[in-house]
C-alpha cells in the first residue's frame, strides 16, 4: 500500500511539456538561423567537435531530473506493515447522485463536483468511523464497500462522473435498498446514510422505503445540492459546452432542486434534511451528528508504518543534473571513434 503525501506537486509536471514545445522552437529558430549564416557543410567546418546529438540528450536528463525531484516533492509514502487495530465508531455511507441534472451549474463548480468536495470535506474531519459508497442515477451500484481505507475513498470518490450509469434518473429508492446491504455488522449501534442529491427527477414513493430502512436501525440524512431557481443541464464535448439539453419540444430543460423529496426520505428514517451550498456548514453539522452517535468497538486492519521514498527520487534528480552539467555538448573522443551516431563519414 502506498500513498501520496503532497500531491499537488505533481502541477510541476506541466513544466515538462511546456520546456519540450520551447525547445522546439529554439532548435526550429536555430536551424533557420544557420542556414542564414552559412551551409551545413561550413557550418561543420566551423566547429568539427561540436555534437548534434549531445544537446538533445541534455535537455532528456534534465527534464528526467526534473521529473525525479517533483516526485520527491510529492513524497511516495509505501506501508511495509499490516496490524490490526481496535476503533471505535460509526458506519457512514454515502450515496451520491450522478444522474445528468447533477452536471447543472447553478452552484459552482456544478451539481456533482460540489457533492464530491462535501464528501470529501466530512471524510476529512472523521476520526475511527467506517465509510462506504453508492453511486446511483436510474439504478444503484457499489462504488466503495465500508472501509476505514480514507484515502481509497477518496480516490474513488474523485472519479465519479455522470456517465458511469447508462440509466438515467434518480433512483432514491435503489439506493435506499442497497445501503441497507452495507451495515453488515449486527452489533453496530449506529448506522448511517448520507444521500448527497438534487433530488429531482425521482420515481416511486420514497417514504415506505425510508421507513423500511429506520426499522433496520439506519438513520438517513440528505444533503441537497442546488438551487429552487435551477439552471440548464450543459451538454459538453471534451469538457466545452456544446448545447444545453432540451425537451422534445425544442425548450432548454431546467432542473431545479427538489427539497421535499429529500426532507421526506430524512423525516422517515430519524435523520434531518441538510442544505449544501456552503461546505464549511455542512461539514460541521455533519461532524456534530457522528460525534453525538453511540459508537461502536471494531477491528480494523490497517497498513502501518509508512515509510518515505522521496530520498530515492530526490537522489536520482541530484545525479541526473550533475551528469548534465558534467556532459558538454562537445563530442566525445572515444564515442567519436566509435561512430555510434554517424556524427562523421569516412
Given at each position: ?175 435506499i435498498d442497497l445501503a ?63 448545447s444545453y439539453k432540451k ?100
Amino acid at each position: 500500500m502506498y500513498i501520496l503525501e503532497e500531491e499537488k506537486y505533481f502541477w510541476l509536471l506541466l513544466i515538462i511539456p511546456f520546456l519540450v514545445v520551447l525547445y522546439a522552437l529554439l532548435l526550429l529558430w536555430k536551424k533557420r538561423s544557420q542556414k542564414q549564416f552559412a551551409t551545413p557543410g561550413m557550418l561543420q567546418k566551423l566547429s568539427p567537435e561540436k555534437s548534434r546529438f549531445k544537446p538533445g540528450l541534455k535537455f532528456a536528463i534534465l527534464l528526467l531530473a526534473l521529473a525525479s525531484l517533483s516526485m520527491a516533492l510529492v513524497n511516495p509514502k509505501i506501508g511495509n506493515k499490516m496490524e490490526t487495530v481496535t476503533r471505535e465508531g460509526v458506519d457512514v455511507v454515502f450515496a451520491i447522485d450522478v444522474s445528468k441534472s447533477m452536471e447543472a451549474e447553478d452552484i459552482a463548480p456544478n451539481r456533482l463536483e460540489k457533492s464530491k468536495q462535501l464528501v470529501t470535506q466530512i471524510i476529512n474531519n472523521l476520526v475511527g468511523d467506517r465509510i462506504g459508497i453508492i453511486a446511483y442515477a436510474g439504478s444503484a451500484f457499489p462504488q466503495l464497500p465500508i472501509t476505514t481505507d480514507y484515502a481509497a475513498a477518496k480516490m474513488f470518490l474523485q472519479a465519479m462522473n455522470t456517465d458511469m450509469v447508462s440509466s438515467q434518473g434518480t433512483a432514491i429508492n435503489d439506493a435506499i435498498d442497497l445501503a441497507t446491504t452495507y451495515y453488515n455488522d449486527a452489533d453496530q449501534t449506529s448506522k448511517v446514510l448520507f444521500i448527497i442529491s438534487d433530488g429531482e427527477d425521482h420515481f416511486g414513493e420514497v417514504g415506505p422505503t425510508a421507513r423500511k430502512a429506520a426499522e433496520l436501525g439506519i438513520r438517513i440524512f440528505t444533503i441537497g445540492v442546488g438551487t429552487i431557481k435551477g439552471a440548464p443541464i450543459p451538454l459538453k464535448k471534451n469538457g466545452i459546452i456544446q448545447s444545453y439539453k432540451k425537451d422534445q419540444n425544442g425548450e432548454t430543460v431546467i432542473t431545479r432542486m427538489n427539497e421535499e423529496t429529500l426532507k421526506e426520505i430524512a423525516a422517515n428514517a430519524n435523520g434531518k434534511y441538510i442544505e449544501g451550498n456552503i461546505t464549511s456548514e455542512v461539514t460541521s453539522e455533519v461532524t456534530e451528528i457522528l460525534q453525538n452517535m453511540d459508537k461502536t468497538e471494531f477491528e480494523a486492519n490497517q497498513f502501518a508504518d509508512y515509510q518515505s521514498q522521496y530520498q530515492w527520487f530526490l537522489g536520482f534528480g541530484i545525479l541526473l543534473l550533475l551528469l548534465d552539467v558534467f556532459l558538454l555538448e562537445r563530442k566525445t573522443s572515444w564515442v567519436k571513434k566509435m561512430n555510434l551516431f554517424n556524427e562523421h563519414r569516412s
